[in-house]
Protein backbone atom coordinates (compact mmCIF):
# COMPACT_ATOMS: atom_id res chain seq x y z
CA UNK A 1 0.00 0.00 0.00
CA UNK A 2 1.41 3.34 -0.93
CA UNK A 3 0.48 6.81 -1.80
CA UNK A 4 1.68 7.30 -5.11
CA UNK A 5 -1.65 7.43 -7.56
CA UNK A 6 -2.76 8.96 -10.72
CA UNK A 7 -4.92 11.74 -11.30
CA UNK A 8 -5.56 13.83 -14.21
CA UNK A 9 -2.55 15.86 -13.47
CA UNK A 10 -0.24 12.49 -14.26
CA UNK A 11 1.49 10.54 -11.06
CA UNK A 12 1.09 12.21 -7.58
CA UNK A 13 3.22 12.00 -4.40
CA UNK A 14 0.51 12.15 -1.70
CA UNK A 15 -1.16 15.55 -2.82
CA UNK A 16 1.51 16.78 -5.21
CA UNK A 17 2.45 16.16 -8.62
CA UNK A 18 5.41 14.52 -9.53
CA UNK A 19 6.06 16.15 -12.81
CA UNK A 20 5.90 19.61 -10.13
CA UNK A 21 8.73 18.69 -7.73
CA UNK A 22 10.96 17.32 -10.97
CA UNK A 23 10.37 21.07 -12.60
CA UNK A 24 11.51 22.75 -9.29
CA UNK A 25 14.10 19.90 -7.83
CA UNK A 26 15.13 18.52 -11.06
CA UNK A 27 16.18 15.37 -12.38
CA UNK A 28 16.93 12.55 -11.03
CA UNK A 29 15.16 12.46 -7.86
CA UNK A 30 13.89 10.39 -4.87
CA UNK A 31 10.88 11.39 -3.42
CA UNK A 32 9.68 9.70 -0.43
CA UNK A 33 5.72 10.12 1.20
CA UNK A 34 5.71 10.05 4.44
CA UNK A 35 2.10 9.21 4.84
CA UNK A 36 3.45 5.60 3.55
CA UNK A 37 6.10 5.40 5.75
CA UNK A 38 3.85 6.40 8.18
CA UNK A 39 1.27 3.75 7.36
CA UNK A 40 4.13 1.07 7.04
CA UNK A 41 5.11 1.59 10.74
CA UNK A 42 1.41 1.33 11.87
CA UNK A 43 0.54 -1.84 10.35
CA UNK A 44 3.44 -3.42 11.69
CA UNK A 45 3.33 -2.00 15.10
CA UNK A 46 -0.26 -2.83 15.40
CA UNK A 47 0.24 -6.12 14.06
CA UNK A 48 2.51 -7.23 17.15
CA UNK A 49 0.11 -4.77 19.83
CA UNK A 50 -1.00 -7.71 21.79
CA UNK A 51 2.78 -8.45 23.04
CA UNK A 52 5.67 -7.09 24.35
CA UNK A 53 8.16 -5.81 21.57
CA UNK A 54 10.28 -3.56 19.78
CA UNK A 55 10.49 -2.41 16.25
CA UNK A 56 14.16 -1.01 15.15
CA UNK A 57 14.01 0.14 12.06
CA UNK A 58 17.25 -1.06 9.69
CA UNK A 59 18.73 2.41 8.78
CA UNK A 60 20.65 0.77 5.70
CA UNK A 61 17.60 0.40 3.77
CA UNK A 62 17.17 4.72 3.95
CA UNK A 63 18.82 6.52 5.93
CA UNK A 64 18.34 9.96 5.29
CA UNK A 65 17.42 12.08 8.48
CA UNK A 66 13.96 12.87 7.56
CA UNK A 67 13.57 9.24 7.03
CA UNK A 68 14.57 8.14 10.38
CA UNK A 69 12.88 11.17 12.23
CA UNK A 70 9.56 10.04 10.57
CA UNK A 71 10.00 7.27 12.24
CA UNK A 72 11.51 7.52 15.34
CA UNK A 73 8.31 10.09 16.31
CA UNK A 74 6.51 7.10 15.74
CA UNK A 75 8.52 5.67 18.64
CA UNK A 76 10.76 3.57 16.44
CA UNK A 77 13.93 2.44 17.36
CA UNK A 78 16.83 1.36 15.15
CA UNK A 79 19.06 -1.22 13.71
CA UNK A 80 22.30 -0.19 12.89
CA UNK A 81 25.68 -1.45 11.41
CA UNK A 82 28.33 1.04 11.43
CA UNK A 83 29.16 3.41 13.69
CA UNK A 84 28.01 6.03 10.73
CA UNK A 85 24.43 4.57 11.14
CA UNK A 86 24.56 5.73 14.79
CA UNK A 87 26.05 9.02 14.14
CA UNK A 88 22.85 9.47 11.59
CA UNK A 89 20.32 7.82 14.29
CA UNK A 90 21.73 10.23 16.40
CA UNK A 91 21.12 13.26 14.69
CA UNK A 92 17.79 12.51 13.97
CA UNK A 93 17.00 12.37 17.55
CA UNK A 94 16.46 8.52 18.10
CA UNK A 95 16.19 7.08 21.72
CA UNK A 96 19.82 5.33 21.60
CA UNK A 97 17.85 2.90 24.35
CA UNK A 98 16.45 1.80 21.41
CA UNK A 99 19.18 0.86 18.93
CA UNK A 100 20.59 -2.16 18.12
CA UNK A 101 24.08 -3.16 16.35
CA UNK A 102 24.78 -5.44 14.05
CA UNK A 103 27.07 -6.22 11.48
CA UNK A 104 30.12 -8.96 11.19
CA UNK A 105 33.34 -6.03 11.56
CA UNK A 106 32.31 -3.62 13.82
CA UNK A 107 35.81 -2.21 15.09
CA UNK A 108 37.11 -1.27 18.49
CA UNK A 109 36.63 2.63 17.51
CA UNK A 110 32.74 1.91 16.81
CA UNK A 111 32.12 -0.67 19.58
CA UNK A 112 33.39 2.35 21.93
CA UNK A 113 31.07 5.15 20.44
CA UNK A 114 28.37 3.04 20.91
CA UNK A 115 28.98 1.75 24.11
CA UNK A 116 29.22 5.47 25.11
CA UNK A 117 25.76 5.96 23.75
CA UNK A 118 24.60 3.28 25.51
CA UNK A 119 22.54 1.03 23.21
CA UNK A 120 20.33 -1.22 23.95
CA UNK A 121 22.15 -4.34 22.53
CA UNK A 122 25.10 -5.19 20.73
CA UNK A 123 24.08 -8.44 18.01
CA UNK A 124 27.45 -10.48 18.43
CA UNK A 125 28.39 -12.24 14.89
CA UNK A 126 31.72 -13.96 15.76
CA UNK A 127 33.42 -15.18 19.25
CA UNK A 128 36.46 -12.62 18.53
CA UNK A 129 33.66 -9.40 18.67
CA UNK A 130 32.78 -10.77 21.99
CA UNK A 131 36.19 -10.79 23.15
CA UNK A 132 36.60 -7.51 21.44
CA UNK A 133 33.29 -5.65 22.68
CA UNK A 134 34.18 -7.09 26.36
CA UNK A 135 37.84 -5.55 25.98
CA UNK A 136 36.39 -1.87 25.52
CA UNK A 137 33.66 -2.58 27.99
CA UNK A 138 36.74 -3.18 30.33
CA UNK A 139 38.88 0.21 29.47
CA UNK A 140 35.53 1.98 29.90
CA UNK A 141 34.72 0.78 32.84
CA UNK A 142 31.56 -0.47 32.43
CA UNK A 143 29.44 -3.58 31.63
CA UNK A 144 28.20 -3.66 27.42
CA UNK A 145 24.99 -5.45 26.90
CA UNK A 146 24.70 -8.30 23.93
CA UNK A 147 22.92 -10.80 22.15
CA UNK A 148 24.79 -13.42 19.69
CA UNK A 149 23.57 -13.58 16.20
CA UNK A 150 23.23 -17.14 15.48
CA UNK A 151 23.03 -18.35 12.06
CA UNK A 152 20.02 -21.04 11.94
CA UNK A 153 21.11 -22.65 8.88
CA UNK A 154 17.72 -22.23 6.93
CA UNK A 155 17.39 -21.38 3.41
CA UNK A 156 15.78 -18.04 3.14
CA UNK A 157 14.73 -18.64 -0.57
CA UNK A 158 15.74 -15.29 -1.88
CA UNK A 159 18.47 -13.70 -4.20
CA UNK A 160 21.83 -14.98 -3.22
CA UNK A 161 23.35 -12.19 -2.02
CA UNK A 162 20.64 -11.22 0.27
CA UNK A 163 20.64 -14.49 2.13
CA UNK A 164 22.06 -14.50 5.87
CA UNK A 165 20.93 -17.65 7.42
CA UNK A 166 22.91 -20.33 5.62
CA UNK A 167 25.71 -21.60 7.24
CA UNK A 168 27.85 -20.89 4.32
CA UNK A 169 27.12 -17.04 4.65
CA UNK A 170 29.41 -14.89 6.63
CA UNK A 171 26.69 -13.74 8.89
CA UNK A 172 26.19 -15.29 12.66
CA UNK A 173 27.41 -17.65 15.00
CA UNK A 174 25.88 -21.43 14.49
CA UNK A 175 23.57 -22.66 17.25
CA UNK A 176 26.48 -24.84 18.71
CA UNK A 177 29.00 -22.31 18.75
CA UNK A 178 26.39 -19.80 20.72
CA UNK A 179 25.82 -22.19 23.08
CA UNK A 180 29.60 -22.18 24.36
CA UNK A 181 29.79 -18.66 24.00
CA UNK A 182 27.41 -17.68 25.86
CA UNK A 183 28.65 -20.13 28.39
CA UNK A 184 32.03 -18.53 28.04
CA UNK A 185 30.52 -15.12 28.39
CA UNK A 186 28.68 -15.72 31.50
CA UNK A 187 31.96 -16.96 33.04
CA UNK A 188 35.23 -15.18 31.80
CA UNK A 189 33.54 -12.04 30.73
CA UNK A 190 32.99 -10.12 33.18
CA UNK A 191 32.24 -6.48 30.96
CA UNK A 192 29.50 -8.49 29.04
CA UNK A 193 25.49 -8.80 30.00
CA UNK A 194 23.85 -11.14 28.17
CA UNK A 195 20.60 -9.55 27.43
CA UNK A 196 19.02 -11.35 24.42
CA UNK A 197 19.24 -13.69 20.98
CA UNK A 198 19.30 -12.30 17.70
CA UNK A 199 18.81 -14.23 14.00
CA UNK A 200 18.52 -12.25 10.69
CA UNK A 201 17.91 -14.89 8.01
CA UNK A 202 17.78 -12.68 4.98
CA UNK A 203 15.70 -9.69 2.70
CA UNK A 204 12.75 -9.92 0.62
CA UNK A 205 11.65 -12.68 2.21
CA UNK A 206 8.22 -13.76 0.34
CA UNK A 207 6.64 -16.60 2.78
CA UNK A 208 6.69 -16.63 6.60
CA UNK A 209 7.96 -20.51 6.42
CA UNK A 210 11.87 -19.83 6.78
CA UNK A 211 11.27 -17.44 9.87
CA UNK A 212 9.32 -19.85 11.35
CA UNK A 213 11.83 -22.49 10.98
CA UNK A 214 14.54 -20.21 12.32
CA UNK A 215 12.30 -19.64 15.10
CA UNK A 216 12.02 -22.92 16.02
CA UNK A 217 15.56 -23.24 16.32
CA UNK A 218 16.20 -20.19 18.19
CA UNK A 219 13.41 -21.24 20.53
CA UNK A 220 15.08 -24.48 21.75
CA UNK A 221 18.30 -22.47 22.21
CA UNK A 222 16.92 -20.13 24.39
CA UNK A 223 15.23 -22.75 26.74
CA UNK A 224 19.16 -23.86 27.45
CA UNK A 225 20.81 -21.46 27.68
CA UNK A 226 18.47 -20.34 30.29
CA UNK A 227 18.56 -24.04 31.97
CA UNK A 228 22.65 -22.52 32.02
CA UNK A 229 21.82 -19.54 33.63
CA UNK A 230 21.36 -16.94 30.62
CA UNK A 231 19.38 -14.29 30.93
CA UNK A 232 17.38 -13.84 27.85
CA UNK A 233 15.20 -10.87 27.39
CA UNK A 234 14.91 -10.02 24.09
CA UNK A 235 14.41 -12.36 21.04
CA UNK A 236 15.66 -10.05 17.96
CA UNK A 237 13.82 -11.77 14.82
CA UNK A 238 15.91 -9.57 12.26
CA UNK A 239 14.17 -8.14 9.68
CA UNK A 240 13.81 -9.37 5.52
CA UNK A 241 9.99 -9.23 4.83
CA UNK A 242 9.87 -8.98 1.27
CA UNK A 243 7.97 -6.23 -0.96
CA UNK A 244 5.83 -6.40 -3.81
CA UNK A 245 8.05 -5.24 -6.86
CA UNK A 246 6.59 -7.14 -9.48
CA UNK A 247 3.83 -10.21 -9.25
CA UNK A 248 5.97 -11.34 -5.42
CA UNK A 249 3.17 -11.72 -2.77
CA UNK A 250 4.73 -11.52 0.89
CA UNK A 251 3.11 -12.04 3.80
CA UNK A 252 1.34 -9.24 5.49
CA UNK A 253 2.34 -7.78 8.52
CA UNK A 254 -0.72 -9.50 10.40
CA UNK A 255 -0.28 -12.82 8.97
CA UNK A 256 3.65 -12.52 10.13
CA UNK A 257 2.53 -11.62 13.41
CA UNK A 258 0.21 -14.32 13.44
CA UNK A 259 2.17 -16.87 13.06
CA UNK A 260 5.26 -15.64 14.98
CA UNK A 261 2.98 -14.63 18.19
CA UNK A 262 1.43 -18.15 17.84
CA UNK A 263 5.08 -19.37 17.48
CA UNK A 264 6.84 -17.30 20.45
CA UNK A 265 3.33 -17.79 23.11
CA UNK A 266 4.45 -18.46 26.71
CA UNK A 267 8.57 -17.78 25.91
CA UNK A 268 8.49 -14.91 28.34
CA UNK A 269 10.32 -12.75 25.80
CA UNK A 270 10.19 -8.58 24.54
CA UNK A 271 10.33 -9.60 20.35
CA UNK A 272 12.54 -7.37 18.46
CA UNK A 273 12.24 -6.64 14.81
CA UNK A 274 14.61 -5.06 12.45
CA UNK A 275 12.40 -4.00 8.85
CA UNK A 276 13.82 -2.36 6.91
CA UNK A 277 12.73 -2.83 3.13
CA UNK A 278 8.88 -3.20 4.11
CA UNK A 279 8.59 0.17 5.54
CA UNK A 280 10.76 2.23 3.01
CA UNK A 281 10.79 -0.13 0.26
CA UNK A 282 7.36 1.45 -1.44
CA UNK A 283 7.69 4.60 -0.18
CA UNK A 284 9.58 5.84 -2.36
CA UNK A 285 10.42 6.14 -6.52
CA UNK A 286 13.36 7.66 -8.34
CA UNK A 287 12.00 10.26 -10.96
CA UNK A 288 13.86 9.92 -13.86
CA UNK A 289 14.07 12.46 -17.55
CA UNK A 290 14.36 10.67 -20.87
CA UNK A 291 17.10 12.11 -22.65
CA UNK A 292 17.45 10.36 -25.89
CA UNK A 293 15.37 6.91 -27.19
CA UNK A 294 17.73 5.21 -30.21
CA UNK A 295 17.25 1.56 -31.96
CA UNK A 296 20.06 -0.26 -33.16
CA UNK A 297 18.95 -3.40 -34.83
CA UNK A 298 15.81 -5.20 -33.20
CA UNK A 299 16.46 -3.23 -29.80
CA UNK A 300 15.41 -0.43 -28.60
CA UNK A 301 17.20 1.51 -25.82
CA UNK A 302 15.42 4.85 -24.32
CA UNK A 303 18.72 6.17 -22.43
CA UNK A 304 17.44 7.84 -18.82
CA UNK A 305 18.86 10.37 -16.89
CA UNK A 306 19.43 7.72 -13.63
CA UNK A 307 22.48 5.19 -14.10
CA UNK A 308 23.46 2.10 -11.61
CA UNK A 309 25.06 4.54 -9.61
CA UNK A 310 21.56 6.05 -8.47
CA UNK A 311 19.75 2.73 -8.47
CA UNK A 312 22.35 -0.18 -8.37
CA UNK A 313 19.74 -2.66 -7.78
CA UNK A 314 18.93 -3.87 -11.14
CA UNK A 315 22.86 -4.04 -11.65
CA UNK A 316 23.65 -5.42 -8.78
CA UNK A 317 20.88 -8.14 -8.34
CA UNK A 318 18.60 -7.59 -11.50
CA UNK A 319 15.99 -6.42 -9.21
CA UNK A 320 12.82 -6.10 -11.19
CA UNK A 321 11.36 -2.08 -10.66
CA UNK A 322 7.95 -1.25 -12.34
CA UNK A 323 9.03 1.70 -14.88
CA UNK A 324 5.99 4.10 -15.22
CA UNK A 325 5.10 7.54 -17.59
CA UNK A 326 4.49 9.96 -15.02
CA UNK A 327 2.49 11.33 -17.68
CA UNK A 328 1.05 8.22 -19.83
CA UNK A 329 -0.82 8.99 -23.24
CA UNK A 330 -2.23 6.12 -23.93
CA UNK A 331 0.59 5.57 -26.85
CA UNK A 332 1.30 2.10 -28.55
CA UNK A 333 3.51 0.21 -25.98
CA UNK A 334 7.11 -1.02 -27.27
CA UNK A 335 10.03 -2.94 -25.83
CA UNK A 336 12.90 -1.65 -24.27
CA UNK A 337 15.87 -1.83 -22.38
CA UNK A 338 15.72 1.24 -20.16
CA UNK A 339 19.59 2.46 -19.84
CA UNK A 340 21.14 4.88 -17.48
CA UNK A 341 24.65 7.09 -18.81
CA UNK A 342 26.98 4.95 -17.61
CA UNK A 343 29.91 3.75 -19.41
CA UNK A 344 28.88 -0.23 -18.13
CA UNK A 345 26.58 -2.75 -19.73
CA UNK A 346 25.53 -3.77 -16.84
CA UNK A 347 24.25 -0.44 -16.24
CA UNK A 348 20.34 -0.40 -16.68
CA UNK A 349 17.30 0.12 -14.45
CA UNK A 350 15.12 -2.62 -16.87
CA UNK A 351 15.64 -5.05 -19.80
CA UNK A 352 13.05 -5.74 -22.58
CA UNK A 353 10.39 -3.98 -20.55
CA UNK A 354 7.20 -3.12 -21.72
CA UNK A 355 6.75 0.95 -21.85
CA UNK A 356 4.56 3.43 -23.68
CA UNK A 357 6.89 4.94 -26.59
CA UNK A 358 8.59 7.91 -24.91
CA UNK A 359 9.96 11.01 -25.87
CA UNK A 360 13.05 12.78 -24.67
CA UNK A 361 12.49 14.98 -22.22
CA UNK A 362 9.82 13.02 -20.77
CA UNK A 363 9.37 11.88 -17.00
CA UNK A 364 9.76 8.48 -15.93
CA UNK A 365 9.06 7.46 -12.48
CA UNK A 366 10.88 4.19 -11.25
CA UNK A 367 8.77 2.85 -8.38
CA UNK A 368 9.51 0.95 -4.54
CA UNK A 369 12.97 2.76 -4.85
CA UNK A 370 12.70 3.52 -1.17
CA UNK A 371 14.86 0.84 0.39
CA UNK A 372 18.15 0.31 -0.95
CA UNK A 373 17.95 3.02 -4.15
CA UNK A 374 19.72 6.20 -2.05
CA UNK A 375 21.76 4.38 0.40
CA UNK A 376 23.65 2.24 -2.39
CA UNK A 377 24.50 5.25 -4.90
CA UNK A 378 27.59 6.54 -5.53
CA UNK A 379 29.56 8.93 -7.54
CA UNK A 380 30.59 6.76 -9.88
CA UNK A 381 31.22 8.52 -13.52
CA UNK A 382 31.75 11.40 -11.28
CA UNK A 383 27.91 11.92 -11.45
CA UNK A 384 26.48 14.15 -8.42
CA UNK A 385 24.31 12.26 -6.17
CA UNK A 386 20.44 12.97 -6.75
CA UNK A 387 18.35 15.26 -4.73
CA UNK A 388 15.75 13.69 -1.65
CA UNK A 389 12.31 15.08 -1.52
CA UNK A 390 9.67 14.38 1.44
CA UNK A 391 6.14 14.19 0.39
CA UNK A 392 3.72 15.35 3.26
CA UNK A 393 0.17 15.79 2.33
CA UNK A 394 0.30 19.02 -0.20
CA UNK A 395 3.56 19.84 0.35
CA UNK A 396 6.87 18.70 0.07
CA UNK A 397 10.74 19.35 1.14
CA UNK A 398 14.07 18.91 -0.04
CA UNK A 399 15.90 16.61 2.13
CA UNK A 400 19.04 16.36 0.94
CA UNK A 401 20.30 18.69 -1.53
CA UNK A 402 21.16 17.70 -4.88
CA UNK A 403 25.35 16.95 -4.94
CA UNK A 404 27.11 19.62 -6.94
CA UNK A 405 30.24 18.69 -8.93
CA UNK A 406 32.40 20.83 -6.48
CA UNK A 407 30.79 18.36 -3.78
CA UNK A 408 32.34 15.58 -6.02
CA UNK A 409 35.69 16.39 -5.52
CA UNK A 410 35.92 17.66 -1.71
CA UNK A 411 39.03 16.47 0.19
CA UNK A 412 40.88 16.03 -3.14
CA UNK A 413 43.99 17.81 -4.63
CA UNK A 414 45.73 17.52 -7.66
CA UNK A 415 48.80 19.15 -6.61
CA UNK A 416 51.19 16.93 -4.33
CA UNK A 417 53.05 18.51 -1.56
CA UNK A 418 55.17 15.32 -0.78
CA UNK A 419 58.31 16.29 1.22
CA UNK A 420 61.54 15.91 -0.93
CA UNK A 421 64.30 13.38 -0.12
CA UNK A 422 67.54 14.71 1.00
CA UNK A 423 69.81 13.33 -1.60
CA UNK A 424 67.54 15.29 -3.92
CA UNK A 425 69.35 19.03 -3.98
CA UNK A 426 67.77 20.69 -6.46
CA UNK A 427 64.15 19.11 -5.06
CA UNK A 428 65.75 19.65 -1.54
CA UNK A 429 66.03 23.33 -2.77
CA UNK A 430 62.77 23.76 -4.12
CA UNK A 431 60.65 22.09 -1.47
CA UNK A 432 62.67 24.69 0.89
CA UNK A 433 61.52 27.42 -0.89
CA UNK A 434 58.20 26.35 -0.54
CA UNK A 435 58.19 26.04 3.12
CA UNK A 436 57.74 22.90 2.83
CA UNK A 437 60.45 20.42 3.98
CA UNK A 438 59.43 19.14 7.62
CA UNK A 439 62.28 17.78 9.62
CA UNK A 440 63.03 14.44 10.12
CA UNK A 441 59.34 13.40 7.54
CA UNK A 442 61.68 11.93 4.35
CA UNK A 443 58.89 10.59 2.35
CA UNK A 444 59.89 9.10 -0.94
CA UNK A 445 59.06 11.56 -4.19
CA UNK A 446 58.77 10.49 -7.32
CA UNK A 447 61.75 12.20 -9.62
CA UNK A 448 59.27 12.65 -12.50
CA UNK A 449 57.88 15.75 -9.97
CA UNK A 450 60.66 17.54 -10.64
CA UNK A 451 60.11 17.42 -14.19
C1 LIG B 1 19.69 -5.46 6.21
C2 LIG B 1 19.34 -5.93 7.57
C3 LIG B 1 18.03 -5.80 8.04
C4 LIG B 1 16.90 -5.26 7.21
O1 LIG B 1 16.52 -6.14 6.21
P1 LIG B 1 15.20 -5.83 5.34
O2 LIG B 1 15.13 -6.94 4.39
O3 LIG B 1 15.41 -4.53 4.70
O4 LIG B 1 14.06 -5.81 6.28
C5 LIG B 1 17.78 -6.19 9.34
N1 LIG B 1 18.76 -6.70 10.13
C6 LIG B 1 20.03 -6.83 9.70
C7 LIG B 1 21.05 -7.38 10.61
C8 LIG B 1 20.36 -6.47 8.40
O5 LIG B 1 21.61 -6.62 7.98
Redesign the pocket.
Known amino acids: MDFFDYNKSGLMAEGVSVARIAKEVGTPLYIYSQKTLQRHFSAFATAFESVPHLICY?V??NSNLAVLRTFSDQGSGF?I?SGGELYRAIKAGADATKIVF??VGKTDEEIEFAIKKKILMF?VESPQELRAINRVAKRLGTVAPFSI?VNPDVDPKTHAY?S?GLKENK?GISVKDAVAEYAYALKSLKNLKAVGIDC?I????TTVAPFIAALEKVKKLIVKLRKAGTEIKYLDM?????ITYDTEEPPLPSTYAEEVIKSTAGLDVTLVF??????A?NAGILVTKVIYTKESGKKRFVVVDAGMNDLTRPSLYGSFHAIKPVRPKGRAEVKADIVGPICESGDFLAKDRKIEEVEPGELLAVMSAG??GYTMASNYNSRPRPAEVMVVGKEFEVIRKRETVADLIRGEHAKLELNTPASNKKGAKRGARKGLKKRGAKKYRPQSEDK
Open positions: SKADVSGNRITFHGSQLGGGIGEPGRVMGAY
